[in-house]
């Protein structure tokens, strides 16, 4: 409120400015001018400071230092060399070049990575330099002549439209807080800023520097920096999602949409430009497309790692351990070779977890985990775990030796294990017990016979006393113990 109550006082002083000193009218008019779009720019800065949409305030602030920029050097050429009739292309080309970062905020993502905010920075530069050669197909950086300003007046109405229309389009779609905000900002600023310059353009053409008109020209940017100063929480909002993500995947394409345009309209004057500028908005724009679809790949690869690795342990989880079993049941069955399935348990584990607490638990199993995936060499084995604290290892193309040799290496091998506790004097040890089943010919379908067999052997070999291993054949209800060495 009290950014609001400034601005209205900057207004009045700029109107009664104009009203009690004619004398000094134009030369007050211009400071005040100057000083309207360089209050927007700190206002935005420090906002900048505040917000997540950083990038979006920080382009915002350097547009409207360009305005500022354009407003002094028609101050110095009415002004300084004395020459109210002359319109400095230099001017006109800055008033342009303002909108470049705009489109740029608007065009830009969040949570980009740096090489695309590097293509699209290489169009906004890209844009500029357009902007730059049309606007001195029609003016000199002295003077402009009535036919060009004209042209430029037309450039400015479609640029400013763009941005307004681009501005509300991302306010009304986005979902982030931080960003919300911005674009609210910058959606009131620019549509507030195509009225005034349209009506300044079209309507005011004749009126000079230091008349009550300019009073009109502030209000764009004072509200913008009202609006940036303005407190409050970024809230999110209820935004459709197919709207909101619509708008995300298509914002990109603001920036090569900007350079068709201004290439569409440097056909008649630079022709080979134009093509130019046409070519690399749609390289520009195709580069960033492959970009964005390799990223794509590359996190779609990244899900499906996580949906087969269960995130505790690192080794395969319960679903990639379904898929596995069933797949080598399926190519045992056809290539007649053998397989085997290994039940692993930790020992006294729930005794363990309320001894030395479930951070140590989690320790313990990892490092089973990865004691077990270390004894499994073979490309073709896997370890899953199965649940809470037990483990499974498909072994297929096995003889029945080998697969209880792999399960006594791997018993072995958790036996040496030493986790330490902060709240223990002595390294703490740690056993597993192992139920194997192998079967060397498969007739059916379906492995649950396998398992209610690996399973069997595992609560054997708990029954028998832990820490060993324990052999069941499928199909066979006797098992046979084997103690450790």
């Not at 730059?132 to 004209?150: E, K, L, M, Y």
Request: charged residues 15%; aromatic residues 8%.
């Amino acid at each position: 409120m009290a950014a609001a109550w400034w601005a209205a006082l900057y207004l009045l002083c700029h109107g009664l400015a104009l009203a009690l000193l004619p004398g000094h009218a134009q030369a007050l008019s211009f400071s005040f001018l100057i000083g309207a779009p360089l209050l927007a720019a700190l206002a935005c800065l420090w906002r900048m400071r505040l917000s997540q949409a950083r990038v979006g305030w920080l382009a915002l602030a350097v547009g409207m230092l360009l305005w500022a920029g354009g407003m002094a050097l028609n101050m110095y050429q009415e002004i300084g060399r004395g020459n109210p009739d002359a319109t400095p292309g230099a001017s006109m080309l800055l008033y342009v070049l303002y909108g470049v970062p705009l489109t740029f905020a608007m065009a830009h993502p969040r949570h980009e990575p740096w090489y695309l905010i590097l293509i699209d920075g290489a169009l906004a530069l890209l844009l500029g330099y357009l902007f730059f050669v049309h606007t001195f197909s029609f003016a000199t950086v002295s003077d402009a002549p009535a036919q060009g300003i004209n042209s430029l007046r037309v450039m400015f109405d479609i640029e400013n439209l763009f941005i307004a229309v681009f501005a509300l389009v991302r306010y009304l779609a986005s979902e982030d807080g931080s960003r919300r905000v911005f674009f609210r900002a910058l959606s009131l600023f620019a549509w507030l800023y195509l009225g005034m310059a349209a009506y300044i353009n079209h309507f005011a053409t004749e009126a000079s520097y230091g008349g009550v008109t300019d009073v009109l020209i502030d209000l764009p940017f004072l509200l913008l920096a009202v609006l940036a100063l303005r407190g409050g929480a970024e809230a999110e909002d209820t935004t459709p999602r197919r709207l909101a993500l619509a708008v995300r995947a298509g914002s990109p394409l603001i920036l090569p949409a900007a350079l068709l345009v201004v290439s569409g309209l440097m056909v008649d004057k630079h022709p080979h430009l134009a093509v130019v500028g046409f070519a690399l908005a749609t390289l520009g724009s195709g580069l960033r497309g492959v970009v964005l679809q390799v990223r794509a790949m590359e996190r779609q690869d990244q899900l499906d790692v996580l949906s087969r690795v269960d995130a505790l342990t690192g080794v395969a989880n319960r679903r990639q351990f379904d898929h596995v079993l069933q797949a080598e049941w399926g190519r045992a069955r056809r290539s007649g070779q053998g397989m085997a399935l290994l039940m692993v348990d930790i020992d006294h584990f729930k005794q363990f977890n309320d001894r030395f607490g479930h951070p140590l638990g989690d320790v313990c199993l990892r490092e089973v985990a990865t004691t077990l995936a270390g004894c499994a060499t073979r490309g073709s084995d896997v370890v899953a775990r199965y649940g809470g604290e037990e483990f499974a290892v498909v072994v297929p193309a096995t003889t029945r030796e080998g697969a209880l040799a792999l399960a006594e290496t791997m018993r072995q091998a958790v036996e040496r294990v030493r986790l330490a506790s902060p709240g223990a004097v002595n390294l703490i040890g740690v056993t597993v017990s192992i139920g194997v089943a192998h079967v060397a010919q498969i007739a059916s379908s379906d492995p649950s016979g396998l398992l209610a067999a690996t399973d069997a052997a595992l609560y054997e070999a708990k029954r028998h006393g832990r820490n060993r291993v324990v052999e069941a054949d499928v199909g066979v209800s006797s098992v046979a113990v084997a103690t450790p060495r």
